[in-house]
């Protein structure tokens, strides 16, 4: 069973930055996507970004060239650095990993994802 727990929200002022932290625990030897998505009061849960065990990466259209997703070589932990960041970024933002080939292409839908972490949230003030 995977564990996930995330960290580094906050309040932020529009134009700061935030980065957020996913780590993992219980992760067999299996290749793993890893992903973020946020879900603002009211709304979806919606895709933000998604690495996978080969490195791939996908962004969603809204953060492209603003928010970077990364991890540590041990692949324990997955980073989402958030720049820029504006009010409609605000939201609750949720780590979540599944099983995947090691050359999967990219998951986009929650439903895809078998495990979550417990949200941290993000406010970001005009």
């Known amino acids: 069973q995977v564990q996930l727990v995330e960290s580094g929200g906050g309040l932020v002022q529009a134009g700061g930055s935030l980065r957020l932290s996913c780590a993992a625990s219980?992760?067999?030897?299996?290749?793993?996507?890893v992903g973020w998505f946020r879900q603002a009061s009211g709304q979806e849960r919606e895709f933000v970004a998604a690495m996978g065990s080969a490195g791939w990466i996908w962004y969603a259209d809204s953060v492209k060239g603003r928010f970077t997703i990364s991890r540590d070589t041990a692949k324990i932990t997955v980073y989402l650095q958030m720049n820029s960041l504006k009010p409609e970024d605000t939201a609750v933002y949720y780590c979540?990993?599944?099983?995947?080939?090691?050359?999967?292409?990219?998951?986009?839908?929650?439903?895809?994802?078998?495990?979550w972490g417990q949200g941290t949230k993000v406010t970001v003030s005009s």
């Open positions: 219980g992760r067999s030897s299996s290749n793993y996507v």
């Open positions: 979540a990993a599944r099983t995947a080939p090691l050359y999967s292409g990219a998951y986009y839908s929650p439903n895809e994802y078998h495990y």
